[in-house]
């Protein structure tokens, strides 16, 4: 194969950001369209170098073309829409009703989540079961917090009394499970955010509200009492909240250019965890909100990170994919 064609091909297959399945085919459907342009330019008397260079070029811009793609390929129906946003209207209607202080609810809808996400990913993991993925990140994230609590509770004691607060089997304890679900966090980000970080993001949008509003009230004495007027009283601003991250999703499968989608989740993880602060806290303060609109936006690009080594393998393990253009 050619410089030429194996590098459009290469640059086509990065830019896509679509399943496995979906860029093989667009690119075996590329691969058979430049073969037959190129066989009709050899027998008008172009040289076969000179005749892929030329059915290269005919095909245009490999970023259009990828732009176009995505918009068609990814767009979500109407139907896939409404899947897509019923977890957050679900957890929505949870914090509406107060149902959150039921361990019961909130077990049940993690193993809902749970269920319909494998059930999804077993079947070529369609987008829409991306929201549904994120809920599944709660627990471990949430126990991953605990567990790095109980170890900096720990520093803290031996910093300041000279002693652990506790044994130290706990600590020790703590320690592994914070490195065995960081591990295991990462590699499910990871899988998650091939090869699309931008739907990684979408699944991981209420993660950082969710983790903020935990560790709030875990740290005030209202953790203590679910029934508190402090954490009711919250209750129906953090319906809200996940009524807009309903919206968002809705917004986000209906509009399939990309850079639409990277800017609506920008503009929806920082307001999200603003609105909560604003609740809790019950005034503005420049520098929190700040601290949060960062954090919050530092989390929601995690995936990419893994989306960029993802494309650069692509990129190397291509040409094994591309074999039996005419040389």
């Known amino acids: 194969m050619t410089e030429p064609v194996h590098g459009y091909l290469s640059d086509l297959d990065r830019r896509l950001h679509l399943e496995r399945s979906e860029r093989e085919e667009i690119l075996r459907e590329f691969r058979v369209h430049v073969e037959d342009r190129a066989q009709d330019l050899v027998e008008a008397g172009f040289s076969s170098s000179d005749a892929l260079a030329h059915a290269v ?21 109407w139907y896939h829409t409404v899947l ?17 202080t039921t361990p019961g609810w909130v077990v049940f809808m993690l193993v809902i989540a749970a269920i ?52 130290i089997p706990i600590y020790a304890a703590s320690f592994a499970y ?69 919206a968002a999703t809705a917004v986000f499968f209906r509009i399939g250019r990309r850079l639409v989608r990277v800017a609506l989740l920008m503009i929806t993880a920082p307001s999200m965890t603003i609105l909560g602060w604003l609740s809790y806290q019950g005034g503005p303060d420049h520098v929190a ?5 960062v954090v919050s936006l530092a989390i929601l690009l995690i995936p990419a990170f893994f989306d960029f080594r993802e494309s650069r393998v692509r990129g190397h393990a291509l040409g094994s994919t591309t074999e039996g253009f005419p040389g």
């Open 178 to 246: 914070f490195a065995v679900s960081l591990w295991l966090v990462i590699r499910f980000v990871s899988r998650v955010a091939r090869p699309d970080w931008v739907m990684a993001s979408l699944a991981i949008l209420p993660v950082p509200f969710l983790a903020y509003w935990f560790f709030y009230f875990y740290n005030s004495e209202a953790a203590l009492d679910p029934t508190s007027p402090l954490l009711l009283e919250v209750d129906s601003s953090v319906s809200v909240v996940f009524l807009i991250v309903a």
């Open 289 to 293: 909100v700040f601290a949060i609109a």
């Open 116 to 167: 319909i996400s494998v059930i999804g990913w077993k079947k070529g993991r369609p987008r829409w079961t991306y929201p549904w993925l994120g809920y599944c990140l709660i627990a471990p994230i949430v126990s991953w917090g605990l567990a790095v609590s109980a170890v900096g509770y720990g520093a803290w004691g031996v910093v300041t009394g000279g002693a652990l607060p506790l044994t």
């Open 57 to 77: 070029s005919y095909l245009g811009d490999s970023h259009d073309i990828a732009s176009e793609l995505y918009e068609v390929q990814s767009r979500g129906s």
């Open 84 to 100: 897509a946003v019923i977890p957050h209207l679900l957890i929505s209607l949870m914090f509406a009703l107060h149902l959150w």
